[in-house]
């Protein structure tokens, strides 16, 4: 389970980051219901026709997700990727800890391994930081299952077609991961190619099952 480390939290922040009134952590009771868009009675939002047919997640068997990609998780997720700031990265890693308490609650998936998407090594040094792994890091990860092979082009930049191809070989696996269950972690999913790309290097190696978790859904336009 996440733990947020709540001295660490209140040295940064005294007011909700969403609305602005006096809080002991970056979100309060308020507005953290607010930030919930998906039913936790069906974990699994690949159920959902509609859901499904925004992602291309093949090799996934399973998807969770915190909500939609808006106001005011955009701005923290914006915040923590190009500005590393603290503060929206406690918020977020309170969004990870509900979603993890409610993924615990409602699905019979008994999770062996729990690692988040790398970059690679050049955009690593580039950034200083894995942003995924900050919003998840009170989760017991390990983070040597993946890694990345090539220094792919932006995805934001190719259409849905070519996103498929530009993260086709990105992903292989450095550890056994044969007969295991594997949850994914993200910050964001928008086609579902990168998260797919990395669950087909699982597959390939005998993964019983890869189940993909993401603080945010982006409807792809384009």
Not at 42 to 65: F, M, T
Request: proline share 5%; hydrophobic share 35%; glycine share 4%.
């Amino acid at each position: 389970m996440l733990q947020l480390n709540r001295r660490f939290t209140s040295a940064i922040t005294q007011t909700c980051t969403s609305c602005g009134q006096r809080a002991p952590d970056p979100v309060c009771k308020y507005c953290l219901p607010t930030c919930l868009d998906f039913d936790d009675k069906e974990i699994n939002l690949l159920s959902y026709p509609n859901i499904k047919r925004l992602v291309s997640l093949d090799h996934c068997d399973g998807l969770s997700a915190v909500s939609w990609y808006r106001p005011p998780i955009s701005h923290w997720l914006q915040g923590i990727k190009f500005h590393h700031n603290k503060v929206h990265q406690c918020a977020l890693s309170i969004l990870a800890h509900t979603l993890w308490q409610r993924f615990q609650k409602a699905s019979p998936l008994c999770v062996d391994v729990a690692c988040c998407l790398p970059l690679h090594r050049f955009r690593f040094i580039q950034r200083g930081y894995n942003q995924v792994e900050q919003i998840w890091q009170g989760l017991p990860l390990q983070p040597t299952v993946l890694i990345r092979n090539k220094k792919t082009q932006a995805q934001s930049t190719l259409s849905k077609a070519r996103r498929k191809v530009n993260l086709r070989g990105a992903f292989s696996t450095v550890t056994p991961v044969e007969g295991k269950n594997i949850l994914l972690l993200e910050d964001v999913i928008t086609t579902g190619a990168t998260m797919d790309a990395a669950a087909k290097a699982c597959k390939q190696q005998g993964a019983k099952s890869v189940w993909a978790m993401s603080i945010c859904l982006t409807p792809f336009e384009g």
